[in-house]
Protein backbone atom coordinates (compact mmCIF):
# COMPACT_ATOMS: atom_id res chain seq x y z
CA UNK A 1 0.00 0.00 0.00
CA UNK A 2 1.31 3.70 -0.58
CA UNK A 3 2.20 5.21 2.51
CA UNK A 4 1.46 8.92 1.17
CA UNK A 5 -2.01 7.85 1.18
CA UNK A 6 -2.29 6.17 4.11
CA UNK A 7 -0.75 9.05 6.32
CA UNK A 8 -2.21 11.93 4.62
CA UNK A 9 -6.18 10.77 3.92
CA UNK A 10 -6.88 11.84 7.13
CA UNK A 11 -5.65 15.33 6.56
CA UNK A 12 -8.72 15.17 3.51
CA UNK A 13 -11.53 14.05 4.83
CA UNK A 14 -12.78 17.70 6.02
CA UNK A 15 -12.59 18.42 2.63
CA UNK A 16 -14.27 15.09 1.21
CA UNK A 17 -16.98 15.94 3.63
CA UNK A 18 -18.11 18.74 2.93
CA UNK A 19 -17.47 18.05 -1.27
CA UNK A 20 -20.06 14.95 -0.96
CA UNK A 21 -22.16 17.09 0.84
CA UNK A 22 -22.55 19.57 -1.80
CA UNK A 23 -22.70 16.47 -4.36
CA UNK A 24 -25.04 14.41 -2.11
CA UNK A 25 -27.69 17.23 -0.31
CA UNK A 26 -27.64 14.61 2.38
CA UNK A 27 -25.63 13.85 5.65
CA UNK A 28 -26.26 10.46 5.81
CA UNK A 29 -25.47 9.46 2.24
CA UNK A 30 -22.66 12.15 2.12
CA UNK A 31 -21.14 9.86 4.85
CA UNK A 32 -21.66 6.90 3.23
CA UNK A 33 -19.85 8.67 0.52
CA UNK A 34 -17.01 9.79 2.36
CA UNK A 35 -16.38 6.10 3.75
CA UNK A 36 -16.65 4.13 0.28
CA UNK A 37 -14.14 6.60 -0.75
CA UNK A 38 -12.10 6.34 1.72
CA UNK A 39 -12.23 2.68 1.79
CA UNK A 40 -11.50 2.53 -1.96
CA UNK A 41 -8.44 4.96 -2.15
CA UNK A 42 -6.88 2.92 0.65
CA UNK A 43 -7.65 -0.60 -1.09
CA UNK A 44 -6.25 1.07 -4.75
CA UNK A 45 -3.65 2.95 -2.69
CA UNK A 46 -0.93 1.29 -5.53
CA UNK A 47 -2.68 3.20 -8.45
CA UNK A 48 -1.85 6.60 -7.11
CA UNK A 49 1.17 8.06 -8.20
CA UNK A 50 3.44 9.68 -5.76
CA UNK A 51 3.99 13.36 -5.80
CA UNK A 52 0.30 14.17 -7.64
CA UNK A 53 -1.98 15.80 -6.24
CA UNK A 54 -3.72 13.23 -3.37
CA UNK A 55 -6.48 15.39 -3.00
CA UNK A 56 -7.81 16.04 -6.52
CA UNK A 57 -7.25 11.99 -6.58
CA UNK A 58 -9.57 11.28 -3.50
CA UNK A 59 -12.00 14.01 -4.91
CA UNK A 60 -12.28 12.05 -7.87
CA UNK A 61 -13.04 8.82 -6.33
CA UNK A 62 -15.57 10.78 -4.49
CA UNK A 63 -17.29 12.21 -7.65
CA UNK A 64 -17.37 8.65 -9.64
CA UNK A 65 -18.49 7.39 -6.57
CA UNK A 66 -21.50 9.52 -6.67
CA UNK A 67 -21.97 9.44 -10.26
CA UNK A 68 -22.15 5.59 -10.13
CA UNK A 69 -24.78 5.52 -7.67
CA UNK A 70 -27.05 8.17 -8.90
CA UNK A 71 -27.13 5.42 -11.75
CA UNK A 72 -27.90 2.72 -10.00
CA UNK A 73 -30.50 4.74 -8.44
CA UNK A 74 -32.37 6.00 -11.56
CA UNK A 75 -31.80 2.32 -12.95
CA UNK A 76 -33.25 0.85 -9.55
CA UNK A 77 -35.44 3.74 -7.40
CA UNK A 78 -35.38 2.54 -3.54
CA UNK A 79 -38.30 4.08 -1.86
CA UNK A 80 -37.67 5.93 1.11
CA UNK A 81 -40.60 4.09 3.08
CA UNK A 82 -40.08 0.59 2.66
CA UNK A 83 -43.45 -0.80 3.98
CA UNK A 84 -44.93 1.88 1.29
CA UNK A 85 -43.06 -0.03 -1.18
CA UNK A 86 -43.77 -3.49 -0.14
CA UNK A 87 -47.56 -2.39 0.17
CA UNK A 88 -47.46 -0.95 -3.44
CA UNK A 89 -46.05 -4.53 -5.05
CA UNK A 90 -47.95 -6.91 -2.48
CA UNK A 91 -51.20 -8.56 -3.28
CA UNK A 92 -53.38 -9.41 -0.13
CA UNK A 93 -54.28 -12.98 0.30
CA UNK A 94 -57.26 -14.72 -1.47
CA UNK A 95 -58.14 -17.24 0.68
CA UNK A 96 -59.68 -15.22 3.37
CA UNK A 97 -62.18 -14.38 0.67
CA UNK A 98 -62.40 -17.99 -1.06
CA UNK A 99 -63.22 -19.57 2.63
CA UNK A 100 -65.70 -16.76 3.29
CA UNK A 101 -67.09 -17.87 -0.09
CA UNK A 102 -67.33 -21.60 0.70
CA UNK A 103 -69.05 -20.58 3.57
CA UNK A 104 -72.02 -18.60 2.01
CA UNK A 105 -72.31 -21.33 -0.28
CA UNK A 106 -72.72 -24.01 1.92
CA UNK A 107 -74.56 -22.00 3.87
CA UNK A 108 -77.21 -20.74 0.76
CA UNK A 109 -77.17 -24.72 0.42
CA UNK A 110 -78.57 -25.09 3.90
CA UNK A 111 -81.86 -22.73 3.24
CA UNK A 112 -85.20 -23.75 2.16
CA UNK A 113 -85.65 -23.73 -1.50
CA UNK A 114 -87.85 -20.41 -1.63
CA UNK A 115 -85.62 -18.84 1.00
CA UNK A 116 -82.77 -19.72 -1.11
CA UNK A 117 -84.27 -18.21 -4.38
CA UNK A 118 -85.78 -15.04 -2.60
CA UNK A 119 -81.80 -14.49 -1.78
CA UNK A 120 -80.56 -15.26 -5.12
CA UNK A 121 -82.98 -13.25 -6.84
CA UNK A 122 -83.27 -9.69 -4.45
CA UNK A 123 -79.30 -10.10 -2.80
CA UNK A 124 -77.56 -11.29 -5.85
CA UNK A 125 -79.39 -10.04 -9.02
CA UNK A 126 -80.80 -7.04 -7.29
CA UNK A 127 -84.31 -7.85 -8.27
CA UNK A 128 -87.11 -5.32 -6.45
CA UNK A 129 -89.05 -7.17 -3.96
CA UNK A 130 -92.17 -6.17 -6.44
CA UNK A 131 -90.14 -8.35 -9.52
CA UNK A 132 -89.50 -11.31 -7.08
CA UNK A 133 -92.87 -11.36 -6.29
CA UNK A 134 -94.24 -11.17 -10.23
CA UNK A 135 -91.49 -14.05 -10.71
CA UNK A 136 -92.09 -15.99 -8.22
CA UNK A 137 -96.19 -15.58 -8.24
CA UNK A 138 -96.11 -14.98 -4.13
CA UNK A 139 -97.50 -12.22 -2.59
CA UNK A 140 -95.43 -8.87 -1.68
CA UNK A 141 -95.24 -9.85 1.82
CA UNK A 142 -94.80 -13.18 1.25
CA UNK A 143 -91.21 -12.10 -0.07
CA UNK A 144 -90.78 -9.65 2.14
CA UNK A 145 -90.71 -11.88 5.05
CA UNK A 146 -89.27 -14.65 3.35
CA UNK A 147 -86.19 -12.41 2.76
CA UNK A 148 -86.07 -10.98 5.93
CA UNK A 149 -85.88 -14.91 7.04
CA UNK A 150 -83.16 -16.02 4.58
CA UNK A 151 -80.82 -12.72 5.19
CA UNK A 152 -81.32 -13.98 9.17
CA UNK A 153 -80.36 -17.68 8.68
CA UNK A 154 -77.49 -16.71 6.45
CA UNK A 155 -75.91 -14.70 8.54
CA UNK A 156 -76.50 -17.08 11.33
CA UNK A 157 -74.96 -19.45 9.97
CA UNK A 158 -71.72 -17.89 8.43
CA UNK A 159 -71.14 -16.21 11.82
CA UNK A 160 -72.19 -12.18 10.51
CA UNK A 161 -74.02 -9.38 12.63
CA UNK A 162 -77.15 -8.18 10.69
CA UNK A 163 -77.42 -3.96 10.71
CA UNK A 164 -80.35 -4.52 13.63
CA UNK A 165 -78.08 -6.72 15.97
CA UNK A 166 -75.43 -4.31 15.31
CA UNK A 167 -77.47 -1.71 16.43
CA UNK A 168 -78.76 -3.24 19.52
CA UNK A 169 -75.27 -4.09 20.53
Same mark, same amino acid.
Given at each position: ????? !? &? *?????????????? $?? +?? %?? %?? @?????????? &??? @????????????????????? *?????? @? &?? !? #? !?????????? /? =?? #? =???? @?????? =???????? /????????? #? &??????GVEG? $?? %?? +?? %? /?????????? $?GYAR +? #????????????????? *? /?
Amino acid at each position: MNNDV !R &R *NLERHLPALQRYAM $SL +AC %DP %DT @AQDLVQECAM &RAL @AKANLYKPGTNLRAWLFTILR *NLHVSD @A &RR !R #R !RRPTAKDPDA /A =IE #R =ISTP @ARQPAA =IMLHDVGD /AMADLPVQQ #R &RLLMSIGVEGK $SY %DE +AS %D /AFGIPLGTVK $SGYAR +A #RKALAARVGWQTATEAG *N /A
